[in-house]
């Protein structure tokens, strides 16, 4: 089984700036990567697959990176919306499996 | 636009089974494009697959719970459902139903996701 592990485990913003999020793979998983949004109470929403494509009407703001083993998740100038947990998950090998998430906390 | 709706027991006796079901709206479940599946998480806990299912019935489970689990669909009601037996404590969770698209070199990710249900096990 692929470990997906997330960091940092919680990331302090102020609206307005920048949040990056970090999701390592115990192995390669290509770019067979998908990123998830969920808040408090609710199910968790498809942000980007295949580690940079952007799922439907996701804005500009929210962009993917890497391939292999690093993963990246970048939030340009965050919105009062966008505090939240955040999850990678590669589907790569079976079973697909999820990071632990990173929860963007308002500073 | 698809919507996926859980339904089921709340609260499930210990060594019994764990019985959902997922109703699909806006969409016919009877493609050959998409999984049907089920993931799991327990309060303030990450996400887990527990498996998935396509309309010729055809399953992948999460080794961690293949011995346990059973998925099947019902396309005249246009529902799968999920049957987790032999239940402990370990899980109690939300459990949520969601479509991925199949893919032609990898498994997949989940496009629509149900609200989820939240399943408690306990005497």
């Known amino acids: 089984e692929t470990v997906m592990t997330q960091s940092p485990a919680t990331l302090s913003v102020s609206p307005g700036e920048r949040a990056t999020v970090s999701c390592r793979a115990s192995?390669?998983?290509?770019?067979?990567l998908a990123w998830y949004q969920q808040k408090p109470g609710q199910a968790p929403r498809l942000l980007i697959y295949?580690?940079?494509t952007r799922a439907s009407g996701l804005p500009a703001r929210f962009s993917g990176s890497g391939s292999g083993t690093e993963f990246t998740l970048t939030l340009s100038s965050l919105q009062s919306e966008d505090f939240a947990v955040y999850y990678c998950?590669?589907?790569?090998?079976?079973?697909?499996?999820f990071g632990q998430g990173t929860k963007v906390e308002i500073k | 636009q698809v919507q996926l709706q859980e339904s089921g027991p709340g609260l499930v006796r210990p060594s019994q089974t764990l019985s959902l079901t997922c109703t699909v709206s806006?969409?016919?479940?009877?493609?050959?494009?998409?999984?049907w599946s089920w993931i799991r998480q327990p309060a303030g806990k990450g996400l887990e697959l527990i498996g998935h299912?396509?309309?010729?019935?055809?399953?992948d489970y999460n080794p961690s719970l293949e011995s346990r689990v059973t998925l099947s669909v019902d396309k005249s009601k246009n529902q799968f459902s999920l049957r987790l037996s032999s239940v402990t404590a370990a899980d109690t969770a939300v459990y949520y139903c969601?479509?991925?698209?199949?893919?032609?070199?990898?498994?997949?990710?989940?496009?629509?996701w149900g609200k989820g249900t939240t399943v408690s096990v306990s005497s």
């Open positions: 295949g580690a940079s």
């Open positions: 969601a479509r991925s698209r199949i893919l032609t070199n990898s498994w997949s990710y989940m496009d629509v």
């Open positions: 806006g969409g016919s479940l009877n493609s050959r494009s998409y999984y």
């Open positions: 998950q590669q589907y790569d090998d079976w079973p697909p499996t």
């Open positions: 299912i396509q309309t010729n019935g055809n399953t």
């Open positions: 192995q390669s998983v290509s770019s067979n």
